[in-house]
């Protein structure tokens, strides 16, 4: 009998109802087999590229921001959102963005480099973070970017290469504020509650070494409330204010920084993602009517600068993986191993990813965790996730990988797979090589220096 025909054998299975069980609000566990990405075959893309493979959308990037630049420009009549490149700086992710208009927003003189090599005008980045270096500031200066102050180190410092380099440096302020929720983020630049942040400023214009352009924060990561924005942005705006009639100075723009929840779904979330995340739509309504309600006139409204990330790229990718094998835990739990592990999928310690089958399957699931390939006892994608039986060789679909994995990954145990796109043609092009053993023993050296 030709084996290929034969009827596969699924054991029968007492299955007790305990976890991820429908309800009325409750998680859905219904599952479609996911055969393609926009149309191209997942069977042909491991064909082409192995397991695992990254896959991204171009159309759902610029359908992402596309959406998300409506929802604030209908509703405030100067908006930039500026590419965070943390999140995912492959060239060829972070040019869809340019192309549609995003500035870049790095914060480092690695990140730094790289938007400028992706062709972005020394005035359209946005240098963040709390670790730039003399050289990083020389450069941002030269250029014309605009530079977020962190600390009193870095505005000294800045201060120094003003009067070196005859340019007064183009700077904001980082503002770190209460908004009325858990995630305090004070590590990074001045605090506003306090009155750090209003010192800063006022040493920032009496100096006069510094262009002052505008003040910026980014009040947390995977904000689940609208109205987090709608307090930091009431806080910034009546800053800018005071600065305007106190200090004399006009603030140009406000950055309210990253932040908006993408449609994953958090770990011990009830429901899932996509159902709690806020709409672009509703962080834009929160922001622009805590800007207009501050006493700015007409004419000095600023700029409103947005540095999104993971909102934007999440949903735009997947990963495909392929079962390596089945056992039986002591409890009698199904372990299923694949081919990713936590080396490369580093927001499965934050998220339950949502996984599908890539091939068409049978109607009896079980509950099953999901282990990558790392001999790690901490390499879990899922702890506990429904599937159906997937054999050996089988592929899966693990969902909304876009943000923070392709740029936190790292090269441990396994090699690092390809990073493809599928254009809005259905053409797919390769954003970044496999890892083979020479990428990394090329590192590699033996030479000896005499210090
Ligand atoms: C300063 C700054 N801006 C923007 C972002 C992007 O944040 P998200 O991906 O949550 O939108 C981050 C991320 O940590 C950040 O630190």
Wanted: charged letters at 25%; a neutral charge; aromatic letters at 10%.
């Amino acid at each position: 009998m030709d084996s290929s025909k034969k009827i596969r054998y699924e054991r029968p299975l007492i299955k007790p109802i305990n976890a991820m069980m429908p309800g009325k609000t409750g998680k859905d566990t219904y599952l479609v087999p996911v055969l393609d990405v926009d149309g191209v075959p997942v069977s042909a893309l491991v064909e082409k590229y192995g397991s695992p493979l990254f896959v991204f959308s171009e159309r759902k990037q610029r359908e992402n921001i596309q959406r998300a630049k409506r929802s604030f420009t209908t509703r405030y009549p100067k908006v930039h959102f500026a590419w965070s490149y943390k999140t995912n700086y492959l060239d060829g992710i972070c040019k869809i963005f340019h192309e549609e208009g995003s500035w870049a927003e790095v914060v480092s003189g690695f990140e730094y480099d790289k938007a400028i090599r992706n062709g972005v005008s020394g005035n359209h980045i946005i240098f963040n973070g709390p670790a730039k270096t003399k050289d990083d500031l020389k450069k941002a200066i030269t250029n014309g970017s605009f530079i977020h102050i962190d600390n009193m180190d870095e505005l000294y410092l800045l201060s120094d290469l003003s009067d070196e380099l005859s340019i007064k440096p183009k700077v904001a302020v980082r503002v770190n504020l209460d908004t009325e929720i858990n995630q305090i983020w004070d590590r990074f630049g001045f605090n506003y509650e306090n009155g750090q942040a209003w010192d800063v400023l006022c040493k920032i214009v009496r100096m006069d070494k510094f262009e002052l352009k505008g003040l910026h924060c980014h009040i947390g990561t995977f904000i689940l409330t609208a109205h987090a924005y709608a307090v930091a942005a009431e806080k910034m705006a009546n800053l800018a204010c005071n600065v305007k009639q106190k200090l004399g100075v006009n603030i140009e723009y406000l950055d309210m920084g990253g932040g908006f929840a993408s449609k994953n779904t958090l770990k011990a979330s009830y429901l899932g993602g996509a159902d709690v995340c806020p709409s672009f739509d509703e962080y834009a309504e929160a922001i622009s009517t805590a800007i207009y309600k501050a006493p700015f006139k007409t004419s000095d409204l600023p700029v409103l600068i947005l540095e999104t990330g993971r909102a934007l790229i999440d949903d735009a990718a997947c990963l495909i993986s392929t079962v390596l094998s089945n056992k039986r835990s002591s409890s009698g739990r199904r372990f299923t191993i694949i081919d990713a592990g936590v080396n490369m999928l580093f927001t499965s310690f934050w998220y339950d990813h949502k996984v599908s089958p890539a091939q068409p399957f049978s109607k009896y699931y079980e509950d099953v965790t999901l282990y990558g390939p790392l001999c790690m006892n901490i390499d879990v994608i899922r702890e506990f996730v429904s599937l159906p039986l997937l054999n050996r060789g089988d592929h899966l679909v693990i969902h909304n990988v876009g943000a923070y994995n392709v740029s936190q990954w790292m090269q441990f145990i396994t090699l690092r797979p390809y990073v493809v796109q599928v254009s809005r043609e259905g053409k797919v092009s390769v954003l970044r090589k496999r890892e083979t053993i020479e990428t990394i023993v090329n590192q590699e050296s033996s030479t000896t220096d005499n210090l």
